[in-house]
């Protein structure tokens, strides 16, 4: 009864995102796998859709060029990187189904840094604490590219 209310109300789950019913297909092409990953995890989580073929999308969603950068901000007394920024730009052409371009060459940047002092204990766990960020930085790009086709289909639709 309680996440009835709750529902009704409008109160959404963190990070719940609703798509309009042009995106609810979405088919990829150009994309790195580590982008694909994120775009199917986002959409199943939404109640979306990647497809695999252009016709059976509702939009298309068209990779120009990803670049990620690992760059070294600070070091420690001895020479060893104490802390790195992620960067991951992400350009991209949106088209509807009909292949008409929604969005033309638009680019997208996310960057999260983190402090890595260097030690044989916590070699691992650095390593790790990257690969948990860099999927964090391409679920970012992902969310601002479905906020980017939100605000265009806003725009043309009546």
Request: hydrophobic share 40%.
């Amino acid at each position: 009864m309680l996440m009835f209310l709750l529902t009704a109300c409008g109160y959404h789950l963190r990070g719940a995102i609703e798509l309009p019913e042009a995106l609810q297909k979405i088919y990829v092409r150009g994309a790195s796998a580590e982008l694909s990953n994120a775009i199917a995890v986002t959409f199943r989580s939404a109640s979306g859709e990647l497809v695999a073929t252009a016709a059976e999308a509702g939009m298309i969603l068209n990779v120009i060029n990803e670049d990620y950068q690992r760059r070294t901000i600070s070091i420690d007394s001895s020479g060893y990187s104490n802390e790195h920024d992620l960067v991951y730009r992400l350009t991209f052409d949106l088209l509807d189904n009909q292949g008409a371009v929604l969005i033309s060459a638009q680019t997208i940047e996310v960057s999260k840094s983190y402090f890595n002092t260097q030690s044989s204990d916590t070699v691992l766990s650095k390593g790790n604490e990257e690969a948990v960020l860099r999927k964090e930085l391409y679920s970012q790009a992902v969310r601002s590219v479905i906020d980017r086709a939100r605000a265009k289909l806003k725009k043309t639709l009546p």
